[in-house]
C-alpha cells in the first residue's frame, strides 16, 4: 500500500465513538514490525505501537481512529470514500484518518532512527476523551515509557497546507452563575429585586472582557457569555433569578482563581452563586524545542511555506501530553470541512503530509 491506499482503508471503518469498528487491529497487523501494548476500558481501545532503532530520541506519532457521526445531506456514503476532481470524500478526511495514514505509513517505511519510534491511537477522542489517550499515557509513565517528542496529526492548517500548526491550546473554563432576586409584580418594582435590572449596569464588566492581555503564544482570555435566561416569559411578573453562562477560553495567564476573583469584584453586593469547571487546562511547547524547530524545518522543505506557530482553535489530545511534560506539536491537513457534510481532504495534501512527517523522523 501506499498511503493513499492506506487512508482509503482506514475511512472504509465506520468507527463512531467509542467503537474502532477493527481499525487498530488492522493498523497493529500493517505495522507488524513494531510492539504493540493494548489498554482498554469502558469500551474505549487505546493502542500504543513502538519500536526500538537505538538508544536515542523518543519521538511519537499519536492520534485517533474515531470520528463524529456522519449527519445528513452528503452526496456520497460517508462510509464509502470517493475520489472526485483531486480530493476524498468521508467521514474523517480530515479530522483525521488522513493525519493517521500519513504518520503509519512513514513508521512503517522507517529502515533506521536514532531512538524509538512509537504511535498512540485512540478511539475515544471525539467523545469524553476520558478512557482515551490520558488513560494510556498513564500506563506509559507506569512502565517508563513516556515519549521524549510527540505529534498529534490533528488538521490544524487554515488555507493552505503547511500554513500552521500547533504549539499550544488555551484551557477552557466553564461559568454557571446565578443572581438572586425577589419575584414581584411588573406593576410594583419597588417591592421586588429585579436581577435583571441588578447585572444591567455591570454586564459590560462581564460580556467580552479580556482577562489578560495575552503574549507571544496566545489571545487574551476573554469571557464569552452564552447564554441568560430569567424570568416566567409573562409581561407582568420580574424574575425571582437570572441564570448567566459563560466560557473562558483561557491562557497560561489565567487561572479558574483569576475568574472567580473578576466575578466576585463585578458582583460585589449582590446576593449571587458562582460555580466554575475546568474541562482542559493551557499548555505551550517552546518555540525553541526541537520538535518546534525541526517541524517548522520540514514543512517548509516539503511546500516551501515558513508556517505560523498558533495555540488557536479548540482542544485536542495534545493536552494530555503538554500535562505529562512531553513537547508536543500538531500539524495535519487543512481543518475547512472538520465534522462537516461531505468532509474532504485533497490527495496531494495527504501526500504531503507524509512527505513532513518522513522527513520529520530523518532530522531526528
Avoid at 120 to 148: C, F, N, R, W
Avoid at 283 to 299: A, E, G, L
Wanted: hydrophobic share 35%; charged share 20%.
Amino acid at each position: 500500500m501506499n498511503v493513499i491506499d492506506l487512508l482509503l482503508k482506514l475511512l472504509s471503518f465506520k468507527s463512531l465513538t467509542p467503537d474502532d469498528a477493527g481499525a487498530l487491529k488492522f493498523i497493529e497487523s500493517y505495522l507488524d514490525g513494531y510492539e504493540a501494548m493494548y489498554v482498554n476500558k469502558e469500551g474505549v481501545k487505546n493502542l500504543f505501537l513502538y519500536k526500538k532503532f537505538g538508544e536515542g530520541t523518543h519521538l511519537c506519532f499519536a492520534g485517533h481512529v474515531d470520528v463524529v457521526p456522519a449527519g445528513d445531506h452528503w452526496e456520497s456514503n460517508p462510509f464509502v470514500p470517493m475520489i472526485k476532481e483531486g480530493y476524498i470524500y468521508a467521514r474523517g478526511t480530515q479530522d483525521m484518518k488522513s493525519g493517521v495514514a500519513a504518520f503509519v505509513q512513514t513508521c512503517k517505511e522507517v529502515k533506521s532512527f536514532n531512538g524509538t519510534l512509537s504511535i498512540l491511537l485512540t478511539s475515544d477522542e471525539e467523545g469524553d476523551a476520558k478512557y482515551g489517550t490520558v488513560i494510556m499515557l498513564e500506563h506509559l509513565k507506569s512502565q517508563g515509557m513516556l515519549p521524549d517528542y510527540c505529534v498529534v496529526a490533528e488538521p490544524t492548517c487554515e488555507t493552505t497546507f503547511g500554513d500552521a500548526i500547533k504549539i499550544g491550546r488555551r484551557g477552557s473554563i466553564n461559568g454557571y452563575l446565578t443572581i438572586q432576586g425577589k419575584q414581584g409584580h411588573a406593576a410594583y418594582p419597588e417591592k421586588a429585586i429585579n436581577p435583571v435590572h441588578q447585572i444591567a449596569p455591570i454586564l459590560d464588566k462581564i460580556a467580552g472582557v479580556n482577562l489578560d492581555n495575552g503574549d507571544d503564544d496566545f489571545a487574551p482570555s476573554q469571557m464569552v457569555i452564552t447564554d441568560i435566561r430569567g424570568g416566567m416569559e409573562v409581561t407582568n411578573v420580574t424574575p425571582s433569578a437570572l441564570n448567566i453562562m459563560f466560557n473562558v477560553r483561557n491562557s497560561t495567564n489565567t487561572t479558574k482563581e483569576k475568574v472567580k476573583l473578576h466575578i466576585d469584584k463585578c458582583l460585589d453586593g449582590l446576593d449571587y452563586t458562582l460555580k466554575l469547571t475546568q474541562g482542559s487546562y493551557p499548555f505551550v511547547t517552546t518555540r525553541d524545542s526541537d520538535i518546534v524547530q525541526k517541524m517548522s524545518t520540514s514543512i517548509e522543505q516539503i511546500t516551501g511555506i515558513e508556517t505560523k506557530l498558533s495555540t488557536a482553535g479548540g482542544t485536542s489530545d495534545a493536552r494530555f501530553m503538554g500535562a505529562y511534560g512531553i513537547d508536543v506539536v500538531e500539524f495535519g491537513v487543512i481543518n475547512d470541512t472538520i465534522h462537516a457534510p461531505n468532509e474532504r481532504t485533497s490527495i496531494v495534501e495527504v501526500e504531503n503530509l507524509y512527505e513532513v512527517f518522513k522527513t520529520l523522523t530523518q532530522k531526528f
